[in-house]
């Protein structure tokens, strides 16, 4: 089982950027594939990143592309995802979710441990 804590949300204006942090505990964080997802209020949750288990490979929704990065630190057991540009859109509760699967999928039922969430709250 891994652990995961997401951190580093907040209110920020249209145009800034945020970086979020999620640090994982409990079994190797380099075990798993790694990925972050969203949801803003009223609205299923959605897929943002994921990266493979050494970071090598990403994938991301088409509404970020360009905009945001994640990464991660096998060392320190983090992974972040760094977001700039900020729209009101991106406004939502950020998750990090983690899966020993060995290819990053953009699906939510394929990740079976996830973080409380951190609120990335973006104004116009």
């Known amino acids: 089982q891994v652990q995961l804590v997401e951190s580093g949300g907040g209110l920020v204006q249209a145009g800034a950027s945020l970086r979020l942090s999620c640090v994982a505990s409990?079994?190797?964080?380099?075990?798993?594939?790694m990925a972050w997802f969203r949801q803003a209020p009223g609205r299923q949750r959605e897929f943002v990143a994921a990266?493979?288990?050494?970071?090598?490979?990403?994938i991301y929704a088409d509404s970020v592309k360009g905009r945001f990065t994640i990464s991660r630190d096998n060392g320190k057991d983090l992974v972040y995802l760094q977001m700039s540009s900020l729209r009101p859109e991106d406004t939502g509760n950020y998750y990090c979710?983690?899966?020993?699967?060995?290819?990053?999928?953009?699906?939510?039922?394929?990740?079976?441990?996830w973080g409380q969430g951190t609120q990335v709250t973006v104004s116009s």
């Open positions: 990266a493979t288990k050494s970071g090598a490979n990403t």
């Open positions: 979710a983690a899966d020993n699967r060995l290819i990053p999928t953009p699906h939510l039922s394929d990740y079976n441990y």
């Open positions: 409990g079994r190797a964080f380099r075990w798993y594939t």
